[in-house]
């Protein structure tokens, strides 16, 4: 008889299951795992910076955004999350949150203790190791993140942020075809890329332009996909994906080859 899966336990084992494979068995125990569900408001703090949590944030709808505070208030956001994400394993190892996790839609969210996440990971090896890949995704996703801070000019962020998101959330089957809710208001866009409201605007509408996209508020429609791969500057290889788990229509356009000598 197969074992009923919750939809919080089933958001986790889906996120996994695009990295790393991991057994039935593996699985079972995960489902294993006790946990405390409750929904959310969007712009709300589930975890604040400077906190000592002793769970950790499971997101099982909705999206949350990662972020720091500076004086005066001021915040950057640093990563976008959706669900399946554990934004906050690390607080497993560390004592104090050093930065904070906000709500940008509505959602739900489950809290896992840390001793019972610390029981799985020794009991289960390999799901210890695919927990500490999914860590090592979420680093190159935010290493890429800085890389298209330094160096993306304001269009390549927003066609890259796009794509990302297109991607990050067909894998987990939250999307269907090539239209979906990008969850960023153009303000939020624009911390979490560095740039302003007024150049988000500009960006956007030039993507619409240039046939690439179609967007009506924060719902958008991805119109050519290997176009705005180009204009992006988009390679999914830093999502470490496991082939098997990208869609073809969401794979990267085949280079060409180059024309032999004459």
Known sequence: MTAVVSHEHYRLL?????????TAEEKAAICALPLKTRPFEKRVDLVEQGDQPHHACLIVEGIVCRYKCLSEGRRQILSVHVPGDLPDLQSLFLDRMDHGLATLTKG???FIPHPALRRLIEAWP??????????????????????GLGRRTARERVAHLICEMAVRLKVLDLVEGTQFLLPLTQTQLADALGVSNVHINRVLKSLRADGLIRSRGRQVEIVDWPALCAAGDFDLDYLHLRPDAVPDDLKPPPEKAAPDPA
Do not use: C, H, P, Q
């Open 126 to 147: 390999n799901v210890a190791a695919a927990l500490w890949r999914d860590t090592l995704v979420d680093a190159s996703i935010f290493r890429d993140g800085m890389a």
């Open 108 to 110: 739900r969210a489950a």
């Open 14 to 22: 889906r996120k996994l299951d695009t990295e790393s494979r991991v």
